[in-house]
């Protein structure tokens, strides 16, 4: 085996959904540098068009498309420009997600399930259009989080949620295996990024008072982190590692991203 290699991604091309910003626009990135051609999608069209700019001007190859990854005809048409625009498809990245705050008695329904629609039901549907047209060798990294191994107070469906990812993973992961698929699937679990959901998640510890203020939220939960808060480049080497040949062997596993927060 040759390691120099084992890690490059020429030649594959790559489905990154949320790709317009924070996580999905840095694993886009690092894919591309990486070899593969990178097709994003998102709801978000002109910060997702942005980040296929910056890979092009970057030499990489690119291309963006409006994406609800809720809705499957639009999963199918995401899929089908895939590769008609780079001619396979090789790497799916479920990425796209959303989370809502609430303490579980105020927790309204329409809230618990429109997080299940996006960060359940879309990669869902990611697992079901994208098999269709993989071959053997190809890769799925779903984007779960240490929330969907532990939980927090205020986040209920968001945990709810990616653990749902977690362990839709490992079925997903069995059946390719046992249907002789060749592809694998494998998931990652970070802690808090510094992105705007990030900051997002530390100020709902405010809104529901469960501290008095931003620094004192920040503060107490940096502390859990024994490394400290993460950077999007961490989650977006991993998902390098779980697309490349160097994890070849490595299906239905959940590589936690999380600055040591587990650990303890």
């Not at 990024?193 to 004192?216: C, Q, R, W």
Request: hydrophobic share 50%.
């Amino acid at each position: 085996m040759d390691y120099s290699k084992a890690f490059r991604l020429d030649g594959k091309v790559a489905l990154i959904t949320g790709a317009a910003r924070g996580i999905g626009a840095a694993v886009s990135e690092a894919l591309a540098q990486a070899g593969a051609s990178v097709f994003l999608t998102d709801v978000l069209e002109g910060p997702g068009r942005e980040t296929v700019d910056r890979i092009v001007k970057a030499g990489g190859r690119a291309a963006f498309a409006a994406h609800d990854v809720t809705v499957e005809a639009q999963w199918e048409a995401a899929v089908a420009a895939c590769v008609q625009q780079f001619g396979q498809l090789d790497i799916l990245v479920n990425n796209a997600g959303i989370e809502t705050a609430a303490l579980i008695t105020q927790c309204e329904v329409d809230d618990f399930r429109r997080v299940m629609d996006v960060n359940v039901t879309g990669v869902f549907l990611g697992h079901k259009h994208a098999i269709r047209v993989m071959k053997p060798g190809s890769s799925i990294v779903n984007l779960s989080s240490v929330a969907g191994i532990i939980g927090t107070t205020g986040h209920l469906a968001y945990h709810t949620s990616k653990g749902a990812v977690r362990l839709m993973t490992k079925a997903a992961a069995i059946e390719c295996a046992q249907l002789g698929t060749g592809i694998r699937v494998n998931s990652v679990h970070p802690a808090i990024i510094a992105t705007e959901m990030g900051t997002n998640f530390i100020k709902h510890f405010v809104d529901l008072g469960l501290a008095p203020d931003y620094a004192s939220a920040e503060t107490a939960i940096k502390a859990i982190h024994p490394m400290g808060f993460g950077e999007t480049r961490d989650v977006a080497s991993a998902v390098i590692f779980l697309a490349s040949d160097a994890a070849k062997w490595m299906t239905g596993s959940e590589l936690v991203v999380d600055g040591g927060l587990t650990a303890a």
